[in-house]
């Protein structure tokens, strides 16, 4: 299942990592909540680290692109980006912490050979724990936004989980799809504020 990607398609997953943040620049305003600035700044961190091992990827750089420093710390930025969003999405502290502990035992599994190391179960981590931060936009009644956010993700992983059907192209749709997500994820955020209110 795993598609031997071209030059230009690798080429084309870097600088598609590039349009989230562009697009979340042209959300960006001073009147935004701490929160939704928040989860802007957790994407701008981890795109720099996602650009360059795809565009290291395009050019071969690597010995095994699965198993080298520069997609375990892409991967780790996820994670960060988890415990960041968490707090973003709940304004709860004590929640955001329960996310750092979460996260921070899964970072550890990235770093650490075993056989827990497939490409199943960092999948599997990734997305219990972007599900566990979309979790309070649901309990706190944000149907719209958490459906909409939801619905992105679901579509952004299966495109990238049937890339091969995409000819290699599934993987670059996906970073296009996190556009509307990070979007839903910060209406999400300024929601909170007024529905705490």
């Known amino acids: ?17 590039v349009l989230p943040s562009i697009f979340i620049t042209n959300l960006w305003s001073d009147n935004m909540v701490l929160e939704s600035k928040i989860i802007c700044l957790s994407v701008w961190c981890h795109m720099p680290v996602s650009f360059f091992y795809h565009m290291l990827c ?8 699965i198993d080298t420093f520069l997609r375990k710390l892409d991967q780790t930025m996820v994670h960060a980006c988890c415990v960041t969003i968490s707090y973003s999405l709940s304004q709860d502290v004590l929640y955001g912490i329960s996310s750092f502990i979460m ?23 990734l997305a219990l724990c972007i599900f566990l931060y979309l979790l309070p936009v649901l309990v706190h009644g944000d149907y719209t936004n958490y459906f909409s956010a939801f619905g992105s993700f679901i579509t952004a992983a299966i495109v990238f989980h049937f890339n091969e059907l995409f000819y290699g192209w599934g993987h670059s749709l ?10 839903y994820l910060i209406k999400a955020s300024e929601n909170k504020l007024c529905l705490k209110n």
């Open 1 to 17: 299942m795993n598609y031997q990607m071209t030059q230009s398609q690798e080429v084309c997953n870097a600088i598609s990592t």
């Open 58 to 65: 395009a050019f071969h750089y690597f010995e095994d692109p």
């Open 103 to 125: 996260n921070s035992w899964y970072i550890g599994k990235l770093w650490i050979q075993g056989r827990h190391n497939t490409s199943l179960e960092r999948r599997t981590n």
């Open 174 to 183: 996906q970073h296009v799809l996190y556009c509307p997500f990070i979007f």
